[in-house]
Structures are given as structure tokens and as C-alpha cells.
């Protein structure tokens, strides 16, 4: 098939690109170099042209014979300072709703949207006595006292947290959260209009080479790796024990092929699937398992915490395992030890 990739130049699109030449089929790469991501000096791989997603003119010609479009293109990050919402939503969800117009001209119904977990928010919890209860915003005096998991809203007590199901209803936090349910809704609205298939991926915490270095881009994978090099020992917030996902970036590039090849057997609208290794990790645990294998400093765990950062979060595979007949080959142990001597992309 022939398979137009935004964002082909970054650190995902880059290896998305090579799975999906792997198994064949023909890729028309596109990316705007955006300087936040890729800084000022980066240039094009091979077989990707530089094009912008919000400029109707220059998706028209690439878009000719394309039997798929496989949308990784966005701008990323923690997304919680408000004065970057107008970035967000243009990046992401005006670039988006000009790629699908473009799409409905050219007479291309099959969409891979790059969604991620953080459309859940602070992910699922039950109460004992409430049941299944969004968790009450953690409050600033019990941080200070080390008490970092959240509470019942409802009777304050304490509240289990449990892996996401694509059901999970949607509950941004950020900026950044917010353009990426944007995304999905306008691709149902596509969907709906002209009668389009979208397999929506959630992407979990993506690691792997080639990562970008420390900035405010990266993930804790990519800042803990990058203090190791310095020669510094990884700073882990909290207490450590943050529940998360790591899943390998060659894996998450499996996961794309097999929704591009899949989506046309799909139903009309958006089916979305988290894209997760199966295997729980904790933050602490990333830190220490890197540290080992790089042989540099053991992490220290600061107690410092930003109130903003979700406690726990991680999701059943098994959805993807169905629809997709996705399973993650990288456990997180192989991929942590890879990663301690891998290149990170510098800026």
C-alpha cells in the first residue's frame, strides 16, 4: 500500500517509516521540522519531504494515490502552562482537521491516529465505599508530607488503582491532553461524514533509541538517561513507586504497521487502542534498572513532586491484541538495558 506518515522525521515517525518499508509497502514521509522539537540545524531523512500539515497546498500533491494516512505529526509535552493552548490546538488540532479535509478531497477514508494515555487523565480508581471514582486532585499539604497517592472526592479514603480499558472515559489535564482528545473527535466527525475507518493508538510511555535528550519534550526515560551521561544520578520525584507503562518505540512501530494494514477491516468511525507493553513498571524501578546497566550512579529519590503529574497509569494490552493482533516483543528489562548505551537525539 502506498501510506503517507506525518511526522516522519521524528523520533516515532523515523521508526515507523522503517517498519512499514520493511514489510513492503510504499511511504510518502512528510514533517515540518519543527524547531522545538528538532532545533534549528536538523535535516530530512531520506525519502521524507518537508511539508506542514496545516497547509492544504502542500498535502494536495502528496496525498495523490495514498491509500492510508498514518498521522504521528505533533507538537508534544507536558502541556500545562495555559499560555501554550494556542500552540497546542494549532499544532495539533487545526493541523489535524486541515490533513482530514485534505483526506475527503482526495477520497481517502482509512486514518492511523498517534493518540496517547494521557487522554485519561489520572487513569482508574475505585473507593471501597464509592466504587469506581475519579480521584480527588491531590491536595498540596499532603504532597509535602510525602502522602502522594490520591483520595476518594467523595469520602476521602483511600482509592486502588486499576489498568485502563479503552472505555475509560476521557479526562484531560493538560493542554497537551486536550489537543489529543481533539484529534480523536474530529476524526470521528471525519468518520462520520464520509463514511471513514480511523484506528485511534494511545500511545503509553515511549522509549527507545533515538530518543530526544533532555528537554522539555522528553519523557523520564530520555531526562533519567541523559543525567546518567552527564555523570549525575537520575533525580526520581515522589517516592518512586508511580505506576507506569514503558513501551519499546520498535514496538510502538509494530503497532503501527498492523493498524495500517488492519483499519480497513475495522468499522466505520474511530476504534482506538492502547498501545502498552503489558508489563507495569515503576518510575523508580526505570531509574534504578538504567542506572544498573549504565554502570553510573545509583538514582536518588527526591520527595520533590509537581502537583500536576499523575500518580498512577497503565493500561490492558489485550484490546490491541485483538483488533490488531499486537503483542510487545521488547520487554521492559531488555529495552531499559538497550537504552543505557543507546544514542539520544540531541537538539
Same mark, same amino acid.
Given at each position: 500500500m502506498k501510506v503517507?506518515?506525518? $511526522?516522519?522525521?521524528?523520533?516515532?515517525?523515523?521508526?515507523?517509516?522503517d517498519a512499514l518499508?520493511?514489510?513492503?509497502?510504499?511511504?510518502?514521509?512528510?514533517d515540518a521540522l519543527l524547531s522545538?522539537?528538532?532545533?534549528?540545524?536538523?535535516?530530512?531523512? *531520506?525519502?521524507?519531504?518537508?511539508? !506542514?500539515?496545516?497547509e492544504p497546498a502542500d498535502l494536495e500533491?502528496?496525498?495523490?494515490?495514498?491509500?492510508?494516512?498514518?498521522?504521528?505529526? +505533533?507538537?508534544?509535552?507536558? $502541556?500545562?502552562?495555559?499560555q501554550d493552548l494556542? !500552540?497546542? +490546538?494549532?499544532h495539533n488540532d487545526y493541523g489535524t482537521a486541515v490533513l482530514l479535509a485534505a483526506m475527503a478531497r482526495a477520497g481517502i477514508g482509512r486514518l492511523v491516529l498517534a493518540s496517547s494515555m494521557v487522554v485519561y487523565g489520572d487513569g482508574r480508581y475505585t473507593c471501597e465505599r464509592d466504587?469506581?471514582? *475519579? *480521584? +480527588?486532585?491531590?491536595?498540596e499539604e499532603d504532597l509535602r508530607q510525602g502522602r502522594y497517592d490520591p483520595r476518594c472526592p467523595f469520602c476521602d479514603g483511600p482509592v486502588t488503582w486499576h489498568l485502563i480499558g479503552e472505555e475509560t472515559v476521557f479526562a484531560p489535564r493538560t493542554s497537551y491532553a486536550a489537543s489529543k482528545v481533539a484529534q480523536e473527535h474530529y476524526a470521528d466527525?471525519?468518520?462520520?461524514?464520509?463514511a471513514a475507518r480511523c484506528v485511534a493508538l494511545r500511545y503509553h510511555n515511549v522509549y527507545g533509541p533515538g530518543m530526544p535528550a533532555d528537554t522539555p519534550y522528553s519523557g523520564v526515560a530520555a531526562i533519567f538517561r541523559s543525567a546518567i551521561a552527564r555523570g549525575q544520578a537520575p533525580a526520581v520525584f515522589e517516592d518512586g513507586r508511580q505506576v507506569r507503562d514503558?513501551?519499546?518505540?520498535? !514496538?510502538?512501530?509494530?503497532?503501527n504497521l498492523a493498524a495500517v494494514e488492519r483499519v480497513g477491516d475495522h468499522r466505520q468511525g474511530v476504534t482506538p487502542y492502547n498501545v502498552c507493553s503489558g508489563t507495569t513498571y515503576t518510575i523508580g524501578a526505570m531509574a534504578e534498572r538504567l542506572s544498573e546497566a549504565a554502570g553510573g550512579k545509583a538514582p536518588v529519590v527526591t520527595g520533590d513532586y509537581r502537583a500536576f503529574d499523575v500518580r498512577h497509569v497503565a493500561a490492558s494490552p489485550q484490546a490491541a491484541r485483538d483488533g490488531l493482533g499486537f503483542n510487545a516483543q521488547i520487554g521492559p528489562d531488555e529495552g531499559i538495558a538497550e537504552l543505557a548505551t543507546a544514542p539520544l537525539r540531541q537538539r
Open positions: 503517507l506518515l506525518t $511526522g516522519a522525521a521524528g523520533f516515532i515517525g523515523q521508526h515507523v517509516a518499508r520493511t514489510a513492503g509497502h510504499d511511504v510518502v514521509g512528510l522545538q522539537a528538532h532545533g534549528t540545524d536538523a535535516g530530512l531523512p *531520506p525519502g521524507v519531504v518537508r511539508a !506542514d500539515v496545516r500533491p502528496l496525498l495523490a494515490g495514498v491509500d492510508v494516512v498514518c498521522h504521528q505529526a +505533533a507538537m508534544v509535552g507536558n $502541556g500545562v502552562d495555559a494556542p !500552540d497546542y +490546538a494549532t466504587g469506581d471514582v *475519579p *480521584p +480527588a486532585p491531590r491536595r466527525a471525519w468518520c462520520t461524514l464520509e514503558f513501551v519499546h518505540v520498535r !514496538d510502538l512501530a509494530l503497532a
